[in-house]
C-alpha cells in the first residue's frame, strides 16, 4: 500500500505533464489518505458541528474507516443531504450554508486531497482563491508589482457563483481530464445529494453547497475554463505593441531646452524644465500600444486595461458572454463596473485600487542626477473609509470612544492583549495599503 504522499505525489506529476488520470477512484481505497484527511479537519471548528444526521467527529476509529472504504469499494457510499442554514451579509441580505455529515467531510476531503493534486500544477498563475501558498495578499501583490500604466479596471463579479454552477458543465469539464466513471458518479452524487431545510428535503439543481468540502476547488476547476479563455482568447487580442510611441510634445520640449543651453540661456532651460516634467515622455493615446492584466480570487475577477473605454466596455460584454454562453454563468449587474483608474478607485478583496499620478513627486536615480516622476502610472492600494469608519463603530457612541461594559471583567493585561488582538488583525491585513 503506498503512502499518501507517494499516491499525491503521483497524481502532481501526472498533473504537471497534462496527462489524464483513468483510475483516480481506486485510491479512495486507500486508508492512509483517511489519516492523512482527518488530520487536516478534526481541529477545524466545524468538526463538530452536527449536520443532518447529527455525526460529529466524536467516535472516529480505523474502524469506522473501514466501513467507509467498504463501502465505496462496492459503491453504497450515498452522500447524505446537507444541513442548511443562513448567515447574514454586509449588504442585509443572508448566504445559505450547507453542513454536511461527518463521514461526508471526510470522504469529501479525501477527494479534494486527490482533485487538488491533480489539478493544482494546471491551474492559471493568475488564480489565487483556495489554493495553497497563495490568498488574497498574493493577488493584490500581483496587481501592485505589475500593472503599471492601467487606464481602466473592469471589476467582475459573479452573481451567486457557488449556487449557480451547472451541474452538466461541471462534470463535462472533469470529464476532460478524469477518465474514471466511478469517481465521476461519486461527485455527481454529492452535487446531486440535496439539503434540508425546516427538515424538508429540496433537490440541488445547481450549485455546489457553500460550507461543503469540494466546493472551493470545484469551483476552481469550473472557473479555470474562465482563465484559460482570458489568458488565450482576451489577453493576446488586446495586447500589442513594446513600448509606446514617444510624445511628440515632449521630444519638441527636449529640442528647446537644447536650443536654450546653447544659448546660455538659464531662464529658459529652468521654465522649460517644469513645462517638461507637467508631461507625459509617452504618448498615452498611441493606438499600437494595448495592455490587458488579469487577476481572479474565487468568483471575484479584476481586469487592468490600457487603452480606449470603448475596448474596455467590448471587454467587459466578451466576459459577460463567454460566462453566459459557455460556464452557464451570469455577471452581477451592481457590482461589474469600468473603473477609471486615474479619477476612480476600484474595489476588490477589501482594497481600493487607483493608478497614481502626481507630477510634482520625483526621485533622483542612484547615480545619475535626473530627476524622473516615479510615482505616474504605479498602482496604489488604499483602506476603504468606510471600512475604517465600520471597524471604528463598535467602539464609539457618537463619535466619541466609549465603555465597553462587556470587557470589565478583565485586568489589564488581558485588556491590552484582546485589542491587540483584534487590532493586529485589521492592520496586518491591509498591510499592503500605502495609507494602512
Given at each position: 500500500m503506498q503512502s499518501a504522499e507517494a499516491v499525491l505525489d503521483i497524481l502532481r506529476e501526472r498533473g504537471r505533464r497534462g496527462l489524464p488520470c483513468n483510475e483516480l477512484y481506486r485510491q479512495m481505497f486507500n486508508p492512509q489518505l483517511y489519516l492523512m484527511a482527518y488530520g487536516r479537519i478534526y481541529s477545524n471548528k466545524g468538526a463538530m458541528t452536527p449536520g443532518a444526521t447529527g455525526e460529529t467527529a466524536d467516535g472516529m476509529s480505523l474502524a469506522k474507516i473501514g466501513r467507509v472504504i467498504d463501502a465505496l469499494r462496492h459503491e453504497r457510499h450515498r452522500f447524505k443531504p446537507v444541513k442548511r442554514v443562513f448567515i447574514p451579509k454586509k449588504n442585509g441580505k443572508r448566504r445559505p450554508l450547507g453542513l454536511p455529515s461527518w463521514t461526508d467531510k471526510l470522504v469529501g476531503?479525501?477527494?479534494?486531497?486527490?482533485?487538488?493534486?491533480?489539478?493544482?500544477?494546471?491551474?492559471?498563475?493568475?488564480?489565487?482563491?483556495?489554493?495553497?501558498?497563495?490568498?488574497?495578499?498574493?493577488?493584490?501583490?500581483?496587481?501592485?508589482?505589475?500593472?503599471?500604466?492601467?487606464?481602466?479596471?473592469?471589476?467582475?463579479?459573479?452573481?451567486?457563483?457557488?449556487?449557480a454552477l451547472d451541474h452538466r458543465v461541471m462534470l463535462e469539464t472533469l470529464a476532460e481530464k478524469i477518465h474514471d466513471n466511478r469517481f465521476l458518479r461519486l461527485v455527481r452524487n454529492m452535487l446531486k445529494a440535496g439539503y434540508l431545510e425546516d427538515w424538508k428535503w429540496n433537490a440541488t439543481l445547481s450549485g455546489a453547497p457553500q460550507g461543503g468540502i469540494l466546493s472551493p476547488i470545484l469551483s476552481n476547476i469550473y472557473l479555470h475554463r474562465l482563465d484559460t479563455f482570458v489568458e488565450k482568447v482576451l489577453v493576446p487580442e488586446y495586447?500589442?505593441?513594446?513600448?509606446?510611441?514617444?510624445?511628440?510634445?515632449?521630444?519638441?520640449?527636449?529640442s528647446d531646452i537644447q536650443r536654450a543651453r546653447r544659448r546660455g540661456d538659464r531662464v529658459s532651460v529652468r521654465v522649460l524644465h517644469k513645462r517638461l516634467h507637467s508631461l507625459p515622455s509617452?504618448?498615452?493615446?498611441?493606438?499600437?500600444?494595448?495592455?490587458?492584466?488579469?487577476?481572479?480570487?474565487?468568483?471575484?475577477?479584476?481586469l487592468g486595461f490600457a487603452g480606449p473605454k470603448a475596448e474596455a466596455d467590448e471587454?467587459?460584454?466578451?466576459?459577460?458572454?463567454?460566462?453566459?454562453?459557455?460556464l452557464k454563468l451570469e455577471l452581477s449587474e451592481e457590482k461589474t463596473l469600468v473603473t477609471h483608474a486615474r479619477t476612480q478607485a476600484a474595489r476588490f478583496l477589501g482594497y481600493e485600487i487607483r493608478t497614481?499620478?502626481?507630477?510634482?513627486?520625483?526621485?533622483?536615480?542612484?547615480?545619475?542626477?535626473?530627476?524622473?516622476?516615479?510615482?505616474?502610472?504605479?498602482?496604489?492600494?488604499?483602506?476603504?473609509?468606510?471600512?475604517?469608519?465600520?471597524?471604528?463603530?463598535?467602539?464609539?457612541?457618537?463619535?466619541?470612544?466609549?465603555?465597553q461594559p462587556s470587557m470589565y471583567k478583565h485586568d489589564d493585561y488581558n485588556l491590552v492583549g484582546i485589542f491587540g488582538a483584534r487590532y493586529r488583525g485589521i492592520v496586518q491585513y491591509y498591510l499592503l495599503a500605502g495609507d494602512v
Open positions: 476531503e479525501v477527494m479534494r486531497l486527490l482533485l487538488e493534486a491533480y489539478y493544482e500544477p494546471q491551474f492559471s498563475d493568475h488564480s489565487h482563491g483556495f489554493r495553497p501558498r497563495r490568498g488574497c495578499h498574493t493577488a493584490l501583490r500581483d496587481v501592485a508589482r505589475t500593472w503599471t500604466g492601467t487606464s481602466w479596471f473592469i471589476e467582475g463579479d459573479i452573481a451567486q457563483c457557488f449556487d495586447t500589442r505593441g513594446k513600448l509606446r510611441a514617444r510624445n511628440p510634445e515632449y521630444r519638441r520640449v527636449e509617452q504618448d498615452m493615446n498611441d493606438p499600437g500600444y494595448r495592455r490587458l492584466r488579469y487577476v481572479r480570487y474565487a468568483d471575484d475577477t479584476l471587454i467587459k460584454q466578451r466576459l459577460a458572454q463567454f460566462l453566459r454562453d459557455d497614481q499620478r502626481d507630477d510634482g513627486r520625483s526621485e533622483r536615480k542612484k547615480g545619475n542626477r535626473r530627476l524622473r516622476r516615479s510615482v505616474n502610472g504605479t498602482i496604489a492600494l488604499h483602506v476603504p473609509k468606510d471600512v475604517i469608519k465600520a471597524k471604528c463603530a463598535p467602539y464609539l457612541t457618537r463619535g466619541k470612544p466609549a465603555h
